[in-house]
C-alpha cells in the first residue's frame, strides 16, 4: 500500500488475514524491500482457527554493519526484527465472523 503522494510509501503498514504465521513473516520482509525499506514498521495479526490463537507481531528494520577485509568495505544492511509478539490464546471467535 503506497501512500496517497506518488511513489511515497507509509511509514506504518497493518497486514492480518488468516495466513500461516511463516507466510505473514515473508510479507513483512517484502514491505521493506518492496519500499526500499522506506517502510518502518510493519504490524500483522495472525488468527489460528484450531488453537483459537490472536498472534499480534511489531516488526522494524535494523542496520548492521558488515565488515569485509578492511573497514573501507564496510557495509550497511538492513533486515526486519521482531520487536514485540504476543499471542492471545482461546480467543472466542465464531465461525460466522471468520468466514
Same mark, same amino acid.
Given at each position: ?21 511463516? #507466510?505473514? /513473516? ?11 525499506? =522506506?517502510? *518502518?514498521? @510493519? !504490524? ?17 528494520? #535494523?542496520? /548492521? ?11 550497511? =544492511?538492513? *533486515?526486519? @526484527? !521482531? ?17
Amino acid at each position: 500500500m503506497k501512500h496517497a503522494r506518488k511513489g511515497a510509501w507509509l511509514t506504518l503498514v497493518e497486514v492480518g488475514d488468516f495466513e500461516p504465521l511463516g #507466510e505473514l /513473516q515473508n510479507d513483512t520482509r517484502w514491505w521493506f524491500s518492496a519500499s526500499n525499506h =522506506l517502510v *518502518k514498521t @510493519v !504490524l500483522f495479526a495472525n488468527f489460528e482457527r484450531t488453537r483459537r490463537t490472536i498472534t499480534l507481531e511489531k516488526w522494524e528494520k #535494523e542496520s /548492521q554493519v558488515r565488515l569485509g577485509a578492511t573497514t573501507a568495505r564496510q557495509a550497511t =544492511l538492513l *533486515k526486519p @526484527v !521482531l520487536r514485540q509478539s504476543n499471542t492471545m490464546v482461546h480467543w472466542f471467535f465464531s465461525s460466522s465472523e471468520i468466514q
